[in-house]
């Protein structure tokens, strides 16, 4: 076997993660997720898309200021305007990369953007040169490379590498291509293209087909040498190469590929439950690597394999990707500086002042249950760190509910807005839950037209805490609330008002 390859792994989770329907984060959801992804040892981060919107630009320029242990990337069309902007947004980090893009396939050259093969080269050529007069560290993405013919798509290539892009990004955009074929592409830039050693090539797989991981695995056998992808496979569509199914794939049959990354693996599913629990897209239980049944058996020949050798029927274990054998860690009795431990263990970073707050409620959460788990301990730091940016106008401060087999429900509900507080009762409704939202609706003044409603449980046990998730469309926007509460009525109503804060919130921003 030759030398191993390190192959790089570049995250665009908060950048084409995000632009999953539903998935929109804030910026001190941004921000966690980014040291997440240093401390689970992600190459580079792909911030987001400066140009965009103003919040765009502001969650790359602050992760950019304050985010240290890889590179910070910004995404730009190849304009002027675009990379401009990203630079303004990246400038301040200590490795920033911009990330320019321009679409090459024939369909879309001729019903997008109208122009002729010359003058994209001439534009690829441009852009990319515009971003190396900032920054050293330039990728370029030839948009829909998998359908863009072959010749053409090598004449862009050599252009941009010879302009001065380090990086040269080969995306599936659109799910397209199958192993074989993403194989022959960049072999075919291997083979052809006479500058290829002067910059490392990478793909971009979306999974419409369900072939990211295996496409992303048949570019890295024929050399390429970074892997774009996200936590969970989230993004466009049907999502993107999932981080942790690749890189597990990569390590675990080392054998055969003989590559591996520089991925710290025992954070993989912590930070897919940052992920989830902050996009409100939950993982399925089968979900390779991460899911909860990933490693479970319940078959007896599997088990009794099992017990004689684990290898038999795990090729992986489940230790090495962050499953905990014990999750039972603290009780009433334990202090401040156990939990600040055991939190920073889960991946959170908490202020002073928000690890107070989670303390707090943790020693009110101990005298209700009797044990306490690491998904107790998730669900109270995600909650404060969702809520850390927001000015809390509706807060709850009383909550009394009454509901039975063919009788009305009846919800009195008192909450607190500016220093006083506000009181309803309200006897109508399909049920308790549907009462708390004529409630909530009733006090604030907010309209509640309720898109999605889900609930989950964030551990096993009659005694679980359960996380309601809520989207309210208000005026043709999505807002997300989040609630957490031994009792599901609360959690719902902390839900609904979290969601009818940033309502508030948004509506008091400058136009």
Known sequence: MSDQRTIKIFDTTLRDGEQSPGASMNLPEKMEIAQALVDLGVDIIEAGFPIASPGDFEAVHEIASNIRGASICGLARCNDRDIDRAWEALKSAKSPRIHVFLATSAIHREFKLKMTPDEIVERAISGVARAAGYCDDVEFSPEDAARTEPDFLCRVVEAAIKAGATTVNIPDTVGYATPSHMGRVISDLVNRVPNIDQAVISVHCHNDLGLAVANSLAAVEAGAGQIECTINGIGERAGN??????????????????????????????????????????????????????????????????????????????????????????????????????????????????????????????????????????????????????????????LEVSSGTKRQPNVKMTLAHAGEEHSAEVSEGDGPIDAAFWAVERITGVKLNCKDFQVRSATLGRDAQGTVTVDIDHNGTIFRGRGVSTDTVESTVLAILDAVNRICWKTAQPA
């Not at 080392?254 to 439950?273: K, M, Q, W």
């Not at 290898?311 to 401040?336: C, N, Q, W």
């Open 241 to 398: 190469c999932a981080l942790e199914e690749i890189v597990m794939a990569m390590r675990t049959r080392n054998d055969y590929y003989n590559v591996d990354s520089r991925i710290n693996t025992e954070r993989l599913v912590p930070t897919s439950r940052l992920v989830s629990s902050v996009t409100g897209m939950q993982v399925q239980r089968n979900k390779a690597i991460v899911g909860r049944n990933a490693f479970a058996h319940e078959a007896g020949i599997h088990q009794d394999g099992m017990l004689k050798e684990p290898s038999t029927y795990e090729i992986m274990r489940p230790e090495d990707v962050g499953f905990a054998k014990t999750d039972l860690v603290l009780g009433k009795h334990s202090g401040r500086a156990a939990l600040a431990d055991r939190a920073r263990s889960l991946g959170y970073h908490l202020t002073g002042e928000q690890l107070q707050v989670v303390f707090e409620q943790f020693k009110e959460l101990a005298d209700k249950k009797k044990e306490i788990y690491d998904g107790d301990i998730s669900a109270l730091c995600e909650q404060q760190i969702r809520g850390s940016d927001l000015t809390r106008e509706w807060s709850l401060v009383s």
